[in-house]
């Protein structure tokens, strides 16, 4: 089990910004990482759906012997992290959430997030007790997530529309900006370029790679395999997607961290 893969799913290419931070962190541990994008964005999907999408990747996860599974997408963790847990008691999960607690000594705060996200009882939870009394300033970003998976980084189509939202937020002043979907710190670059560098961007993808580490250390889990170890060699990680796999095509070749251990794109995969 200990050199089983970490599953890690996103409605995309999102999850990728997680799993560079544990590529960076683990680098012996490998990924089946799935992008379910024949059904992305999430972020305007019920909640039924954006559920039944979760069970089905994480049931598919688990029999392809996946030892935990890292919900790398804060829509998806909103909604079906709790029941996933309940469904699957013996599996370490790890999610994502809006990073609002290193927000809480902020004048002002902008929160990126999917509508999906900023309705979710879990996400008001967090506001509630770190930023109340503050202004904060929500987007939900609409179309955005859909630019990120068909554009390159660099695209005018991305920085008009990143314009539209974050001018707003920084015309009320904000100092600090929340990246609450794991799709922008994949152009976080072009983020800072907007904000400048009075504005504090948080982007939890270190965050989360420490709690998958201290996690599976805790349960024992940490693989054995170590680089160079004979019969190693041949691992990859491995990427399946629902959709087309042109954007992890062309997101991984902008993310030598993951190209280190070999990488295996299976498309299409029903789940
Ligand atoms: N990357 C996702 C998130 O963190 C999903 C975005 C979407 O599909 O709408 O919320």
Wanted: a positive charge; proline letters at 7%; aromatic letters at 6%.
């Amino acid at each position: 089990m200990t050199n089983s893969p970490i599953g890690i799913f996103d409605s995309g290419i999102g999850g990728l910004s997680v799993a560079v931070a544990m590529a960076d962190l683990l680098p012996e541990e490998t990924f089946l990482y799935v992008a379910d994008n024949a059904y992305a964005p999430y972020g305007p999907r019920s909640a039924e759906s954006i559920l039944e999408r979760s069970r089905k990747i994480t049931r598919y996860l688990l029999a392809s012997g996946a030892k935990m599974v890292v919900v790398a997408c804060n829509t998806a963790t909103s909604i079906a992290i709790d029941t996933l847990r309940e469904d699957y008691p013996a599996i370490p999960f790890v999610g994502m959430e809006p990073a609002v607690k290193p927000a809480a000594d902020a004048n002002g705060v902008g929160v990126l997030a999917t509508t999906a996200t900023l309705r979710s009882h879990r996400y008001l939870k967090l506001r509630n007790k770190y930023l109340s009394g503050k202004p904060v300033f929500e987007d939900a970003c609409v179309g955005l997530v859909p630019l990120i998976e068909a554009e390159p980084s660099g695209s005018p189509l991305l920085a008009i529309r990143l314009q539209e939202i974050l001018d707003p937020m920084l015309q009320n002043g904000i100092d600090t900006l929340v990246l609450g979907c794991t799709h922008y710190p994949l152009i976080k670059e072009e983020i800072e370029a907007i904000c400048g560098p009075a504005v504090n961007v948080i982007d939890p993808s270190s965050a989360a790679a420490r709690q998958v580490q201290r996690l599976l250390k805790k349960r024992g889990l940490l693989t054995s395999l170590s680089k160079g170890f004979p019969g190693t060699r041949g691992l990859a990680h491995i990427f399946a997607t629902s959709g087309t796999s042109a954007p992890l095509q062309r997101a991984l070749h902008q993310l030598p961290g993951l190209n280190r251990n070999r990488k295996l794109i299976v498309p299409q995969v029903h789940f």
